[in-house]
């Protein structure tokens, strides 16, 4: 139970309630819906079960990150560790751009408490309170939000020194209960909205407008890259933390149920919470126009719209004050569950591969993050946040989870997989899924990749879509990324020693 | 709100409510076994 609560609080967060909606919006509402049950049905569930059985097969030999997990998987392709630095290079990139965002909804604590957006009665005033605090509007300073996110990393530091198994378990047992609940005292005073700022914008027409399926849009590999980006970013797979989790398994743990369980627990805080609550109500204050603007890119980023929808929310229900104050620190917890969880690869890289002690693995991710977020903070208006996350949060992880399943299914083998996904399992994994996960999730993957390269790939390379000043800046920024990504790779090179020092001490011993 | 979203809808919302339900049984009778 302890590790289904850890998995499920890794899962729920910023995630469901601020980027799903935002990601709705921008892929035109029911458009996205239908990809989004393929990609949950043929990738998201069975990639929760490979990264649970490779995780824990990889504990067995004393390894908790992708490098060396991979490599315990064959003795015939030394070079497929290789393959794994995406698994601690992907998490360190979300995690960058994601505790800024985790420290917005600190502020916003801080905002319900002392009534910063109490009187504000609509979206565009909502939406100077957030470019306000963001450093975006002229004469604002960034003083507010940066004592913020000092106190967000902070903390974040200090829970990944002291409380990583106990404490995380503890703070989701609970974070979680308490998070439904404030989402089904929301979802409920949402769907009772009455129109505002127009008669004709209701929250039947607002759901009307996430769940109205759009079969059109199936021909868009952007739409099918943004929705498996989603899945892979809200189960947290194809980011290499479950692996790190379940490298802490027994061989008897019941790892089909574990995984179908907090797959089922992170989709009722997205679909029915998530869903009912930001979208319904951004159609209700903004309208459809805005929402069309936003899937043409032109207003708020990914995870700012629950930002102006909900204190519209919560302004109008009775102790709207008390309530936000509980909604936005909540969303906090759930952030940092989050977000210590995707520190864990790197950390465990660290004291694995390299015998470092936790507390200067710490230290020095603690640094390197803080160095890194700086930029994300200070150029926030050049669009840095949102191309970190449309490479951490969306093509690494579907990249990650292409080469994870063609690993398990083909080099590790099929039948192999399939014993050591069911070992210590009282329930059978439908047996058609032996041929999902062996051709059907691979190809999807990959077909979903093709296209993208092939509709979208040289558009993005060349930034074509960006304004001419964003383009430098973004230039730079795949540059570092490329450079990190480098450096790690050297990294994983100098750790392969140990696994082979390993290995062998391993074979004397049997 | 249009009849195949409503449909579209309720069929997510079963599914995803009754996979939960099934899970969470499943969990809670195990945790009773151990």
């Known amino acids: 139970m302890g590790i289904i609560m850890a998995v499920a609080g890794s899962a729920i967060g910023l995630g469901n309630f601020l980027r799903f909606p935002g990601q709705v919006a921008q892929n035109g509402g029911g458009a996205f819906m239908i990809p989004y049950f393929i990609a949950l049905l043929l990738l998201g569930i069975p990639l929760m079960w490979v990264e649970w059985s490779l995780g824990r097969y990889g504990g067995g030999f004393e390894r908790g990150t992708a490098p060396g997990i991979f490599h315990s998987l064959t003795e015939k392709a030394k070079f497929i560790k290789y393959f794994g630095i995406l698994g601690i290079f992907g998490p360190i990139v979300i995690f960058v751009y994601y505790i800024y965002i985790e420290s917005w909804t600190l502020a916003y604590t801080w905002f319900a408490l002392t009534g910063k957006y109490a009187q504000i009665p609509d979206a565009a005033g909502m939406g100077g309170v957030l470019d306000g605090l963001l450093g975006q509007t002229p004469g604002s300073s960034l003083s507010t939000v940066y004592v913020f996110f000092l106190i967000t990393f902070l903390l974040n530091v200090v829970v990944i020194y002291f409380g990583i198994r106990g404490g995380i378990e503890r703070l989701c047992n609970i974070a979680l209960p308490i998070l439904f609940v404030f989402g089904v005292a929301l979802m409920v005073r949402v769907l009772t909205l009455s129109p505002s700022a127009n008669p004709s914008w209701t929250v039947a027409k607002g759901l009307d407008y996430l769940w109205k399926p759009d079969f059109g849009a199936l021909l868009h590999a952007k739409v099918w890259v943004a929705a498996a980006g989603q899945i892979f970013f809200t189960l947290s797979v194809g980011i290499g933390v479950i692996l790190t989790y379940a490298s802490y398994l027994k061989k008897g743990d019941d790892i089909v149920l574990s995984g179908l369980t907090s797959v089922s627990t992170n989709e009722l805080a997205e679909v029915v919470l998530g869903g009912s609550i930001v979208i319904p109500a951004a159609f209700v204050f903004l309208g459809p126009d805005v929402l069309q603007t936003m899937k043409e890119g032109h207003q708020f980023g990914t995870f700012s719209l629950g930002f102006v929808t909900m204190p519209l929310v919560l302004n109008q229900i009775p102790w709207s004050a008390i309530f936000g104050f509980f909604w936005f620190f909540l969303l906090f917890l759930a952030g940092i569950t989050s977000s210590v969880s995707l520190s864990q690869p790197a950390i465990a890289f660290m004291e694995d591969d390299f015998l470092i002690s936790r507390r200067k693995a710490v230290t020095i991710f603690g640094i390197v993050t803080f160095v890194c977020v700086q930029p994300v903070i200070f150029l926030y208006g050049h669009g840095l946040l949102g191309e970190l996350d449309f490479w951490g949060g969306n093509l690494f992880l579907i990249l990650f989870g292409t080469i994870e399943i063609i690993l398990f299914a083909w080099v590790f083998g099929m039948d192999r997989a399939w014993v050591e996904i069911h070992h210590g399992a009282d329930m059978r994994v439908p047996a058609f899924y032996r041929y999902v996960l062996k051709y059907v999730t691979p190809v999807f993957l990959l077909c979903i990749m093709g296209f993208w390269i092939y509709q979208e790939g040289w558009d993005t390379l060349i930034m074509k879509d960006l304004k001419p000043a964003d383009r430098p800046y973004i230039l730079v920024t795949r540059v570092v990324l490329l450079l990190f990504f480098a450096v790690l790779a050297v990294l994983v090179a100098m750790a392969s020693k140990r696994y082979k020092d390993r290995s062998a001490s391993q074979e004397e011993r049997t | ?34």
């Open chain 2, 1 to 34: 709100m249009s009849l195949s979203a409503s449909i579209f809808l309720i069929l997510s919302w079963v599914f995803i409510i009754g996979l939960m339900i099934f899970c969470f049984r499943r969990v809670f009778s195990k945790k009773e076994m151990d």
